[in-house]
């Protein structure tokens, strides 16, 4: 069973993810013009996703968990939005896409400089949001399924080298202390 399965039946109740999710669909929604076909991978419920699908043509979610696919799928229909899930890893994607985003599932890919690669095939423009560089105290249930704890600045310029890259912080998630989050804009 996947990590995330158990998870996403609950996943929406925790308000510090809805807010965090706010943040980083209100910092993409300036650079879209409403006739994009997004992908949005590690969809999870819908958070992000499903936030910009009325703001564009078609969103498409990936997440290698059926259950939150299942959870993304049941939202959509009842808000009767441009939106479909699929149970897929991302680097089974061979779709093409305007616009390529991801929030907090960059940790939780191994290899990154594959994945730079992977989106190069895929899109000319990608947002991805996730922690600053952490201590490993961020997933307080343990790391299972953490690959990284967190991305600094530096690395991620080297990992995304055949992109433009534009970072910012846009949000800074709140327990037991403060885990800034970056937006990382890749384009071509
Ligand atoms: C921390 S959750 C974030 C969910 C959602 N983006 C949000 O912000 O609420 C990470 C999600 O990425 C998915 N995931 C992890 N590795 C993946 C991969 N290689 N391809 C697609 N989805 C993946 C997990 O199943 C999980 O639902």
Redesign the pocket.
């Given at each position: 069973m996947?990590i995330?399965d158990s998870k996403a039946l609950t996943?929406d109740d925790l308000p510090r993810?809805v807010e965090l999710?706010k943040s980083v669909v209100k910092n993409i929604i300036p650079h879209l013009n409403g006739n994009e076909k997004i992908l949005d991978?590690?969809?999870?419920?819908g958070?992000?996703g499903l936030n910009l699908a009325p703001f564009v043509k078609e969103v498409i979610g990936?997440?290698?968990?059926k259950e939150?696919v299942k959870k993304f799928n049941e939202k959509s229909k009842k808000l009767n939005l441009n939106a479909k899930a699929f149970c897929k890893?991302?680097?089974e994607v061979d779709e093409k896409f305007d616009i390529v985003v991801s929030?907090?599932?960059l940790h939780?890919?191994k290899d990154i400089e594959k994945l730079s690669k992977k989106l190069l095939n895929l899109t000319h423009k990608v947002f991805l949001a996730d922690l600053v560089k952490e201590d490993g105290t961020f997933h307080t249930k343990g790391n299972e399924g953490v690959f990284h704890f967190g991305f600094d600045k530096k690395e991620l310029n080297h990992y995304f080298k055949d992109w433009k890259q534009e970072y910012k912080i846009i949000h800074t998630i709140k327990k037991n202390k403060k885990f800034p989050i970056f937006l990382l804009m890749l384009y071509k």
């Open positions: 996947n995330f996943w993810r999710a991978f590690g969809c999870g419920t958070l992000v990936i997440d290698t968990s939150m890893d991302i680097f929030s907090m599932t939780h890919i």
